[in-house]
């Protein structure tokens, strides 16, 4: 059964710190990973992609990848009370053409930034 | 554009009742995907269509879930018959190719079965 583990949290981070997500997979064939944002009674909306290992950085965040140990990690430096949102880590399933590209969500972190 | 659109925002039924939630892709979109959400078991793909043809329902949880896409504007999910256990949050995207590409969420539909 392929899985995405994520700590639900929740995660409290002093407002202007770092905040730090991690997500590990379980499918070693897994190609395609993101980040959605979700607020709390909204749709998620998707804020980081990642596709290679090391880091892409984007604005405050920070995506990293390690495929050979099968973890995803977000930062989100400078945190600030507007990124109070659950989290959610999603790779894509690659094993089958039916499946390529179908995403799998973790439970989602959530994040509380306290001024 | 206006986004993913969804109807109705919030749907309150009874056991037993027939459901029908509505979506409209994005433009140009040739990927719709419906999910649902719970607390318990986070979000999960339902199903998704390419060019209004179903390409994977292995997600829904029975025969009493079907889904349409009847042409690239507009699709339906339909629960009949309902049960409470079905209340979660039922959400559309699309998106414009397969893969790597950003899947665009609607604003979902709460659905709450008594």
């Known amino acids: 059964q392929k899985e995405v583990e994520q700590n639900s949290g929740p995660l409290s981070v002093p407002e202007g710190a770092i905040a730090s997500l991690n997500c590990t997979y379980s499918d070693r064939g897994s190609q395609s990973f993101f980040w959605y944002r979700q607020y709390s009674g909204k749709s998620p909306e998707l804020i980081m992609s990642i596709y290679s290992n090391g880091d892409k950085e984007d604005g405050r965040f920070t995506a990293q990848l390690n495929k050979a140990s099968q973890y995803v990690s977000l930062l989100i430096r400078d945190s600030q009370p507007s990124d109070s949102a659950t989290y959610l880590c999603?790779?894509?399933?690659?094993?089958?053409?039916?499946?390529?590209?179908?995403?799998?969500f973790g439970a989602g972190t959530q994040v509380v930034v306290t001024p | 554009d206006a986004g993913v659109i969804q109807s109705p925002r919030h749907e309150v039924t009874e056991m037993g009742q027939e459901v029908t939630l509505r979506c409209k892709p994005i433009s140009g979109h040739d990927y719709l995907f419906w999910y649902r959400q719970t607390m318990m078991r986070g979000l999960e793909l339902l199903i998704y269509f390419n060019n209004n043809v179903p390409i994977d329902d292995s997600g829904m949880p029975e025969d009493r879930f079907s889904a349409k896409m009847p042409n690239a504007s507009f699709s339906t999910l339909k629960i009949q018959p309902s049960e409470p256990r079905d209340s979660a949050v039922y959400f559309c995207?699309?998106?414009?190719?397969?893969?790597?590409?950003?899947?665009?969420f609607g604003p979902g539909t709460r659905l709450l079965v008594l």
């Open positions: 995207a699309s998106s414009l190719i397969w893969g790597q590409e950003t899947q665009y």
């Open positions: 999603a790779v894509t399933d690659e094993r089958t053409t039916d499946s390529w590209g179908k995403l799998q």
